[in-house]
């Protein structure tokens, strides 16, 4: 399999460390694996968007520059607004690759598991945007989200942002999957409407777009299957000898 094959599944991967492992090691990293893994999911978005999609490919490395520029120069000592202004163009560069994925894959008639794994990616970025526009909103507004406190004593009030970005990962993840386990709860008007549109375009994204896929996805596997079971049974079907000792139908054995 061609590494350009696996340019969803690479993404998908590096997306899977920010939202999984990312939190487990933030105290610890602090800005550095802040950085380290937004940047290794912007590598992965730019190379999964098709080389002849010349101009997506521009305006996504345009806004992933603007992205991380101000998040690197913060985790070096720069002052907190680097940090703002990378956060306002995250939403931007992960709102634009989810679309730009997911534009490729629309028309898809024969979906793979690569396809598959593109979709998934689409649902996680999504996830990405919404957690940082949380984390803007509550640079904007102190006090959108009221957390509780955790229980292993860590604080979760820790650099420029009210809060740790892995705490707006969960908000997000727990958001876009219909979770809703309450535990952090919207207190402006501005934070409801966001919390309020992850949940129906979560909703809607399993429900229409991924479930189209994995119905195409189902149908080309069938397909396949079923045409690999003819051809298998054709070749057994010609030539094969007659154990018998016979000579095959329609010869003489004059």
């Given at each position: ?236 079907g010609h030539g094969s000898p007659d154990r018998s000792g016979s000579a095959p139908r329609g010869t003489s054995t004059a």
């Open positions: 399999m061609s590494t350009t094959r696996l340019r969803f599944s690479v993404l998908l991967a590096a997306l899977v460390g920010l939202l999984l492992v990312y939190p487990l090691v933030a105290d610890a990293s602090g800005g550095v694996g802040l950085g380290v893994s937004m940047s290794l999911v912007v590598l992965g978005v730019v190379r999964a968007i098709p080389r002849e999609n010349s101009r997506d490919q521009a305006t996504a490395l345009v806004l992933a520059a603007a992205h991380l520029i101000p998040v690197w120069a913060w985790t070096s000592g720069a002052p907190a607004p680097f940090l703002h202004a990378g956060l306002a163009a995250a939403v931007l560069f992960y709102g634009y690759a989810a679309a730009a994925v997911l534009f490729y894959l629309a028309p898809a008639q024969r979906v793979t598991s690569e396809e598959l794994a593109g979709a998934a990616s689409v649902y996680l970025l999504l996830g990405v945007a919404w957690a940082v526009a949380y984390a803007f909103i509550d640079v904007l507004q102190p006090g959108a989200f009221a957390f509780p406190p955790l229980s292993d004593g860590v604080e979760t009030r820790t650099g420029p942002a009210p809060h740790h970005i892995a705490d707006y990962l969960y908000v997000s993840l727990v958001t876009l999957t219909t979770l809703g386990f309450g535990d952090v709860l919207p207190t402006t008007r501005a934070a409801r409407s966001l919390v309020v549109a992850e949940a129906v375009t979560g909703v809607f994204y399993t429900t229409v777009v991924l479930a189209r896929l994995v119905s195409v996805f189902a149908a080309t596997s069938g397909a396949v299957a079923w045409s690999t079971r003819s051809d298998t049974e054709q070749e057994r």
